[in-house]
């Protein structure tokens, strides 16, 4: 693409180009506020200014939960820039279409997509940058721009001359923006691929980073809504006669998902609604309870289900020497997000502002344009820090109650979930049950494999998505369809099963649990073979080098096939996800109670070329515990159609006193980038259960782990 | 109206006496830095220090800390450990998300205060009380052992 653009006056670019499907210089939105200021920097895209004084700020428009999203795409723009990091500064980004993730159009944080969809877009708008500085660094002193180089914030000519980008900024505005700038060769990375400092740790340490909970604003009311404590159930009549008499409450409000106290602060607003008295309609989900939803996934996986992959052929397999049958079971987990869910909206005539930890700032917008019958364009949405996102926060809940609420208030609303209104707010990974069957033949080679997935359905749970004409959501079968194994006849399939509970996201989506189910039984087929785990694994990985290459490293690394300490035994287990390839050994022991004690997880991650490897291997970690809690603890039950978790007595995580070593070693790769968020989840359970079954030869083929099943006769 | 010191300020507040300190710091104050996670004194987030003890501000009616010093995330620098705690913390880039930190900081600050030389033991019973979702528990363990080791403790 030729084509080159000229900054406006402002020097704010307002169309936009695009290469390769990713939108390279986006157009400024010109917020209130910072037109004062525009004058002065160099602003050639919509993801970066450069101020008189020198200072780079990277716009970003991804959510930051923790994940480092705020440190790593600056880090993009600064590669290319040749920006001195020092004087890079982050900025959050309004919601705009220029911050839409080229991979799947919207703004919205999840899918471990961000430096898969900004790894382009964000190093071209460095670069362009860096050309149009180095351009009139070069027409300042009459030379050729061939002869100048860039580096740290500078740009040098060949014959000693030196221009600051500071000095370079007013005449680099006037410059063409280029279309297609040129990139660096990876080899000449200096900020890619280094440990560099997060951005977002200052405020993190003294108390004054602000999230959703902590925006306050002039004549706000603090919110609690009560919803239905059976699933599906609706409000018929309340008395509050009490509340109102309660201290600090202003107003009780009916909305379509509850009845909602608001008052002068969080305290006040609980405590009205303690007395708040509510007659329930419960609905048809009264008798609701978890042992039918599983009996339910369980019979549905007995009979044929929609095709989701098909090779080989199953009828015509060569007569196996053995056969296995295992049926494998996860339930529905909530997130669990540190910080409870959480809106503040302000509904004005004609328009709507909320502040919230959102990870999905394109859809909200359409959505609360609706709730409030304003202009989409009108809503305008803060996005604040995230206490813990994990997929939960891509749920429009939160929003679209808040906004409601202000509506009818009139107020600006600040709505708090309690920690039971958040575990029992649904958006639950979806339960699942997989049948699987195998045959083996004599030299233990595996000749057939069948998979059998019943769930609830994401994809028709999600309002945004629809089932393929095929009828197989494909994250109810993610990490079994994609099977890496060299298996001549293979099926997997799918069968919908809607017992009524509203499905969502949750780290690593359908990996999280069908890496358990398949690389489970691919443990049990190792042993039915009589093979190690890691030797059967290798054996029919060879096609795949980057599943060998991580699985071959952590097993090195871990000492696989050397004794384990005393007392404990291994596991191991290998995936991909968003992109990256993750393999893990696990060492654990078994108590005679059958308490399971996690000592040890090695990983190895090849998610080729890396932005900055040390958020690299603590994404890896933190996945590890976060899938570390769910195998060990996680499970949201019903009984009578309510939920039977709480709080984190009654759904515990993971604490310290559990925490095990955890090391990650990340495999050198020129391959493009890979997701992080997620993809150290999946392969911890099923390495769990490998050590579990290798201390105990008890085959944990249900999760949460139960240490009933462990204990010692 | 109940009288106590918060963050070295005098304060006089006409509020209902079973308010939990958490919301009078959080809604009252705006001193937000103390966060709520559970509200039940199972997480830890909202971890601040009574009499240089720590507490869970969301279990601490305001009755209870009448007459009181209480010390938050906002004002730790003032003291030698919380100060040093939060350097180490910064350096070692501790935090993910960060909403858990102020009470991990907190408990840390607390635990190092009464002894500079704390063992894994000693670590876990001071610290399993605080709850990371986003799991940088090793890091707050090695964090906490760079700040011993700076206050002179025994490795
Ligand atoms: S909010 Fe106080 S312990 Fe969780
Ligand atoms: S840093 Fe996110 S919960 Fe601890």
Same mark, same amino acid.
């Given at each position: 693409?030729?084509?080159?653009?000229?900054?406006?006056?402002?020097?704010?670019?307002?169309?936009?180009?695009?290469?390769?499907?990713?939108?390279?210089?986006?157009?400024?939105?010109?917020?209130?506020?910072?037109?004062?200021?525009?004058?002065?920097?160099?602003?050639?895209?919509?993801?970066?200014?450069?101020?008189?004084?020198?200072?780079?700020?990277?716009?970003?428009?991804?959510?930051?939960?923790?994940?480092?999203?705020?440190?790593?795409?600056?880090?993009?723009?600064?590669?290319?820039?040749?920006?001195?990091?020092?004087?890079?500064?982050?900025?959050?980004?309004?919601?705009?279409?220029?911050?839409?993730?080229?991979?799947?159009?919207?703004?919205?944080?999840?899918?471990?997509?961000?430096?898969?969809?900004?790894?382009?877009?964000?190093?071209?708008?460095?670069?362009?940058?860096?050309?149009?500085?180095?351009?009139?660094?070069?027409?300042?002193?009459?030379?050729?721009?061939?002869?100048?180089?860039?580096?740290?914030?500078?740009?040098?000519?060949?014959?000693?001359?030196?221009?600051?980008?500071?000095?370079?900024?007013?005449?680099?505005?006037?410059?063409?923006?280029?279309?297609?700038?040129?990139?660096?060769?990876?080899?000449?990375?200096?900020?890619?691929?280094?440990?560099?400092?997060?951005?977002?740790?200052?405020?993190?340490?003294?108390?004054?980073?602000?999230?959703?909970?902590?925006?306050?604003?002039?004549?706000?009311?603090?919110?609690?809504?009560?919803?239905?404590?059976?699933?599906?159930?609706?409000?018929?009549?309340?008395?509050?006669?009490?509340?109102?008499?309660?201290?600090?409450?202003?107003?009780?409000?009916?909305?379509?998902?509850?009845?909602?106290?608001?008052?002068?602060?969080?305290?006040?607003?609980?405590?009205?609604?303690?007395?708040?008295?509510?007659?329930?309609?419960?609905?048809?989900?009264?008798?609701?309870?978890?042992?039918?939803?599983?009996?339910?996934?369980?019979?549905?996986?007995?009979?044929?289900?929609?095709?989701?992959?098909?090779?080989?052929?199953?009828?015509?397999?060569?007569?196996?020497?053995?056969?296995?049958?295992?049926?494998?079971?996860?339930?529905?987990?909530?997130?669990?997000?540190?910080?409870?869910?959480?809106?503040?909206?302000?509904?004005?005539?004609?328009?709507?502002?909320?502040?919230?930890?959102?990870?999905?700032?394109?859809?909200?917008?359409?959505?609360?344009?609706?709730?409030?019958?304003?202009?989409?364009?009108?809503?305008?949405?803060?996005?604040?820090?995230?206490?813990?996102?994990?997929?939960?926060?891509?749920?429009?809940?939160?929003?679209?109650?808040?906004?409601?609420?202000?509506?009818?208030?009139?107020?600006?609303?600040?709505?708090?979930?309690?920690?039971?209104?958040?575990?029992?707010?649904?958006?639950?990974?979806?339960?699942?049950?997989?049948?699987?069957?195998?045959?083996?033949?004599?030299?233990?080679?595996?000749?057939?494999?069948?998979?059998?997935?019943?769930?609830?359905?994401?994809?028709?749970?999600?309002?945004?998505?629809?089932?393929?004409?095929?009828?197989?959501?494909?994250?109810?079968?993610?990490?079994?369809?994609?099977?890496?194994?060299?298996?001549?006849?293979?099926?997997?399939?799918?069968?919908?099963?809607?017992?009524?509970?509203?499905?969502?996201?949750?780290?690593?989506?359908?990996?999280?649990?069908?890496?358990?189910?398949?690389?489970?039984?691919?443990?049990?087929?190792?042993?039915?073979?009589?093979?190690?785990?890691?030797?059967?694994?290798?054996?029919?990985?060879?096609?795949?080098?980057?599943?060998?290459?991580?699985?071959?490293?952590?097993?090195?690394?871990?000492?696989?096939?050397?004794?384990?300490?005393?007392?404990?035994?291994?596991?191991?287990?290998?995936?991909?996800?968003?992109?990256?390839?993750?393999?893990?050994?696990?060492?654990?022991?078994?108590?005679?109670?059958?308490?399971?004690?996690?000592?040890?997880?090695?990983?190895?991650?090849?998610?080729?070329?890396?932005?900055?490897?040390?958020?690299?291997?603590?994404?890896?970690?933190?996945?590890?515990?976060?899938?570390?809690?769910?195998?060990?603890?996680?499970?949201?039950?019903?009984?009578?159609?309510?939920?039977?978790?709480?709080?984190?007595?009654?759904?515990?995580?993971?604490?310290?006193?559990?925490?095990?070593?955890?090391?990650?070693?990340?495999?050198?790769?020129?391959?493009?980038?890979?997701?992080?968020?997620?993809?150290?989840?999946?392969?911890?359970?099923?390495?769990?259960?490998?050590?579990?079954?290798?201390?105990?030869?008890?085959?944990?083929?249900?999760?949460?782990?139960?240490?009933?099943?462990?204990?010692?006769? | 109206?109940?009288?106590?010191?918060?963050?070295?300020?005098?304060?006089?507040?006409?509020?209902?006496?079973?308010?939990?300190?958490?919301?009078? +710091?959080?809604?009252?104050?705006? &001193?937000?830095?103390?966060?709520?996670? !559970? @509200?039940?004194?199972?997480? =830890?987030?909202?971890?601040?220090?009574?009499?240089?003890?720590?507490?869970?501000?969301?279990?601490?009616?305001?009755?209870?800390?009448?007459?009181?010093?209480?010390?938050?995330?906002?004002?730790?620098?003032?003291?030698?450990?919380?100060? +040093?705690?939060?350097?180490?913390? &910064?350096?070692?880039?501790?935090?993910? !998300? @960060?909403?858990?930190?102020? =009470?991990?900081?907190?408990?840390?600050?607390?635990?190092?205060?009464?002894?500079?030389?704390?063992?894994?033991?000693?670590?876990?019973?001071?610290?399993?009380?605080?709850?990371?979702?986003?799991?940088?528990?090793?890091?707050?363990?090695?964090?906490?052992?760079?700040?011993?080791?700076?206050?002179?403790?025994?490795?």
């Amino acid at each position: 693409m030729k084509a080159a653009f000229r900054p406006s006056r402002r020097g704010f670019l307002k169309a936009s180009a695009a290469t390769g499907g990713g939108l390279v210089i986006g157009f400024v939105l010109p917020a209130a506020g910072r037109l004062a200021e525009a004058a002065q920097p160099f602003s050639p895209s919509a993801y970066l200014r450069i101020a008189a004084s020198g200072r780079v700020t990277v716009v970003c428009g991804l959510s930051e939960m923790g994940q480092g999203v705020l440190t790593a795409i600056p880090m993009l723009v600064a590669e290319e820039l040749d920006a001195d990091w020092t004087k890079v500064r982050v900025e959050q980004a309004p919601v705009d279409k220029a911050f839409a993730n080229p991979m799947f159009g919207i703004q919205a944080t999840g899918g471990s997509a961000s430096v898969r969809g900004f790894w382009e877009p964000m190093r071209k708008a460095g670069a362009a940058a860096r050309e149009m500085l180095v351009a009139a660094a070069a027409a300042t002193w009459k030379a050729k721009p061939a002869d100048c180089r860039t580096v740290k914030g500078i740009v040098l000519h060949k014959s000693g001359r030196r221009l600051s980008y500071a000095r370079l900024v007013a005449r680099a505005s006037k410059q063409p923006v280029p279309a297609d700038p040129k990139l660096k060769d990876p080899k000449h990375f200096v900020i890619l691929g280094q440990d560099l400092k997060r951005l977002d740790t200052p405020p993190k340490v003294n108390g004054s980073a602000k999230f959703g909970l902590d925006v306050r604003l002039p004549g706000m009311l603090t919110a609690v809504l009560t919803r239905a404590p059976v699933l599906g159930g609706k409000a018929l009549s309340f008395d509050d006669s009490k509340t109102r008499a309660v201290p600090g409450v202003k107003q009780v409000l009916r909305t379509p998902h509850g009845v909602a106290v608001l008052a002068d602060g969080y305290w006040a607003a609980k405590k009205g609604r303690d007395v708040l008295e509510i007659k329930w309609d419960d609905g048809p989900h009264a008798g609701l309870s978890s042992d039918d939803i599983s009996k339910r996934l369980t019979d549905a996986t007995a009979l044929p289900g929609k095709v989701g992959r098909d090779e080989g052929n199953l009828a015509t397999a060569t007569v196996p020497a053995k056969t296995l049958e295992a049926v494998y079971e996860a339930p529905y987990l909530a997130h669990a997000c540190m910080e409870p869910m959480n809106c503040t909206a302000w509904v004005k005539p004609g328009e709507v502002e909320i502040w919230a930890g959102t990870q999905s700032q394109g859809p909200t917008q359409g959505i609360l344009g609706q709730v409030a019958s304003v202009d989409p364009g009108k809503v305008k949405v803060h996005t604040m820090y995230l206490g813990g996102g994990f997929g939960r926060r891509s749920a429009p809940d939160f929003t679209i109650d808040a906004t409601i609420l202000s509506k009818l208030s009139g107020r600006p609303v600040k709505l708090v979930y309690s920690r039971e209104d958040d575990m029992r707010a649904y958006y639950y990974r979806p339960a699942s049950v997989t049948r699987f069957s195998a045959g083996l033949d004599a030299g233990g080679k595996p000749l057939s494999l069948r998979a059998r997935v019943a769930s609830p359905s994401i994809m028709e749970g999600s309002g945004f998505m629809k089932l393929p004409p095929n009828g197989v959501d494909r994250f109810a079968l993610e990490g079994v369809q994609d099977l890496p194994y060299d298996i001549p006849n293979l099926r997997v399939e799918y069968s919908q099963q809607e017992p009524g509970v509203q499905v969502w996201f949750w780290r690593s989506v359908g990996h999280s649990q069908n890496i358990f189910f398949s690389e489970s039984f691919v443990d049990e087929l190792a042993h039915a073979a009589g093979k190690d785990p890691f030797e059967f694994r290798r054996a029919l990985l060879a096609k795949q080098p980057r599943y060998k290459g991580v699985l071959e490293l952590a097993a090195e690394k871990a000492g696989w096939g050397t004794p384990p300490p005393a007392g404990l035994q291994r596991g191991i287990a290998v995936a991909q996800s968003f992109g990256s390839y993750v393999a893990e050994v696990v060492e654990a022991s078994v108590a005679d109670d059958g308490r399971v004690k996690v000592e040890r997880v090695v990983a190895a991650v090849d998610c080729g070329m890396t932005v900055n490897p040390e958020i690299i291997r603590r994404q890896i970690e933190s996945a590890i515990v976060y899938g570390l809690s769910a195998a060990l603890y996680g499970r949201i039950t019903f009984k009578d159609g309510k939920v039977e978790q709480g709080n984190f007595d009654s759904y515990p995580v993971l604490r310290i006193n559990e925490m095990p070593r955890v090391e990650v070693h990340i495999v050198p790769s020129g391959e493009k980038p890979g997701g992080i968020g997620e993809p150290g989840l999946p392969a911890l359970a099923p390495a769990l259960t490998g050590a579990i079954f290798a201390a105990t030869g008890k085959r944990i083929r249900r999760l949460p782990i139960d240490p009933d099943m462990l204990k010692k006769a | 109206m109940i009288s106590l010191t918060i963050n070295g300020k005098k304060k006089n507040l006409d509020l209902d006496p079973e308010t939990p300190l958490l919301w009078v +710091l959080r809604d009252e104050l705006g &001193l937000t830095g103390t966060k709520f996670g !559970c @509200g039940a004194q199972l997480c =830890g987030a909202c971890t601040v220090h009574l009499n240089g003890k720590p507490v869970r501000s969301c279990g601490t009616p305001l009755s209870q800390a009448a007459g009181h010093y209480v010390l938050t995330i906002e004002a730790l620098h003032f003291t030698h450990v919380g100060k +040093l705690v939060q350097k180490i913390w &910064l350096e070692n880039d501790v935090p993910q !998300c @960060g909403y858990c930190q102020s =009470g991990q900081i907190m408990s840390a600050t607390a635990l190092l205060t009464q002894n500079k030389s704390p063992s894994d033991a000693e670590i876990d019973a001071a610290m399993s009380g605080n709850v990371c979702r986003c799991g940088t528990y090793n890091q707050i363990r090695a964090a906490i052992k760079d700040a011993s080791a700076a206050l002179g403790g025994r490795r």
